[in-house]
């Protein structure tokens, strides 16, 4: 059973930078598009990248040129590095392939405060 475990979320200020980290587990990884994925507080799931196993990315607008969605298929990871973070940034993010979901991880979360 493939599983996702993110991590890396923790309390930044604004404008700061983190970097998530997806472990996948138990599967082909290299063959699929991840993508990263943000639930704000009282909001609805939302895809803010993907990166597809060639490597090709795509973005939400809220976050380009802020966001960098990466992988390492060596180790089964998908990253997604977060500059000049903002308020609303804020929310627990979540990875998961594409277009067929695996079950959801746990996520992991981000709070964006002064």
């Known amino acids: 059973q493939v599983q996702l475990v993110e991590s890396g979320g923790e309390l930044v200020q604004p404008g700061g930078s983190l970097r998530l980290s997806c472990a996948v587990s138990g599967s082909a990884f290299s063959n699929y598009i991840m993508a990263w994925f943000r639930q704000g507080p009282g909001k609805q799931r939302d895809m803010v990248a993907s990166?597809?196993?060639?490597?090709?990315?795509n973005y939400a607008e809220s976050v380009k040129g802020r966001f960098t969605i990466s992988r390492d298929n060596a180790k089964d990871t998908v990253y997604l590095q977060m500059n000049s973070l903002k308020l609303e940034d804020t929310g627990v993010y979540y990875c998961?392939?594409?277009?067929?979901?695996?079950?959801w991880g746990q996520g992991t979360q981000v709070t964006v405060s002064s």
């Open positions: 990166i597809s196993s060639g490597g090709s990315t």
């Open positions: 998961n392939r594409l277009p067929r979901f695996l079950s």
